[in-house]
């Protein structure tokens, strides 16, 4: 899978399985727009099948299961785990200051064998569970980001929940929902193909639509694995990169947890977004220690 800026094709054995919906969506905007045919079928051929993670209210009296997908709340790490601290973690810039060593916070489990159905390019662990963490003050120049993904390659042997560390600051204490895995197919941005036409004015929103989902510039957060990232500032990915991971803020004023979606009160500057990138050689090799996470601004 070529993840680079320029825009990735779908393989043989995905072009097979793209939604015939998406196909047809895509057809009918080109028809709608006068889009010249060798266009349309490109963007069909660049069409890329991500994990949507759809965050899912609580069942009334029904637990969250041990070790399955989940945003937010507490994670289920291995038995002689525990909760990672900054000093595990990656910083993204040098600092000369030492930060206290703070415990990271818990963004999101992923349990592997739940999302592999849709990972149809065969990219990711067939099982296991991934764990994303991060730290972050806003505006603190001189207090780096940092972040850390553990990988348990046994998925729900020897699982615990653990308890949060007592200096973890609220700040990086979200409240917890159980995800709930679909297969996304998506369009590349104008800025991934060079075609600057109408077609993209109306391209994405029912593109998601016509697959039960939300387009992203909606109010609705978006998590999702694979496909296309959707930065607010970056041109794109890097030679040979891969999104492991796109967390939005869902933190929206007037917005509470019994409102029109579940909100963890992640916010990443002013309703920014988290990507993990990680390089295709090491997640062949299933290696997350050198992976980047970049945090945009809204």
């Not at 349309?40 to 890329?48: E, G, H, K, T």
């Not at 206290?100 to 739940?114: H, R």
């Not at 992640?266 to 050198?290: Q, S, T, V």
Request: net charge negative; charged share 25%; aromatic share 10%.
């Amino acid at each position: 899978m070529d993840g680079g800026a320029g825009g990735a094709a779908t393989t043989e054995a995905e072009a097979e399985m793209i939604d015939k919906r998406v196909v047809d969506v895509i057809h009918a905007l080109g028809h709608e727009t006068d889009t010249p045919q060798e266009i349309v079928a490109d963007i069909v051929r660049r069409a890329l099948p991500s994990i949507r993670l759809v965050a899912q209210f609580p069942k009334k009296g029904k637990r969250s299961r041990l070790g399955g997908c989940r945003i937010g709340g507490l994670p289920d790490l291995p038995i002689g785990v525990e909760w990672p601290r900054r000093s595990r973690a990656k910083k993204e810039y040098p600092s000369e200051r030492q930060s206290a060593d703070e415990p990271l916070w818990f963004l999101m489990q992923i349990n592997l064998a739940e999302v592999a159905f849709a990972d149809l390019a065969k990219v990711l662990p067939k099982v296991g569970i991934l764990y994303f963490f991060y730290h972050w003050h806003n505006a603190a120049d001189d207090d780096p980001a940092a972040w850390l993904v553990l990988f348990h390659k046994d998925a729900e042997q020897g699982l615990r929940q653990v308890k949060a560390p007592a200096d973890l600051h609220s700040t990086g204490h979200f409240r917890g929902f159980n995800l709930l895995p679909r297969l996304e197919w998506m369009v590349p941005d104008c800025d991934n193909t060079n075609y600057h036409l109408g077609i993209w004015d109306n391209l994405k929103e029912p593109v998601a639509e016509v697959q039960g989902l939300e387009a992203s510039w909606g109010p609705t957060p978006i998590y999702r694995m694979l496909g296309y990232p959707e930065f607010l500032q970056a041109d794109g990915l890097g030679e040979g990169d891969i999104l492991l991971l796109q967390v939005s803020s869902d933190c929206q004023a007037g917005i509470t947890e019994v409102g029109p979606y579940p909100e963890t009160g992640m916010r990443w500057g002013d309703h920014g977004r988290i990507y993990y990138i990680i390089n295709e050689a090491d997640l062949k090799a299933r290696y997350f220690g050198n992976l980047w996470a970049q945090l945009e601004d809204q």
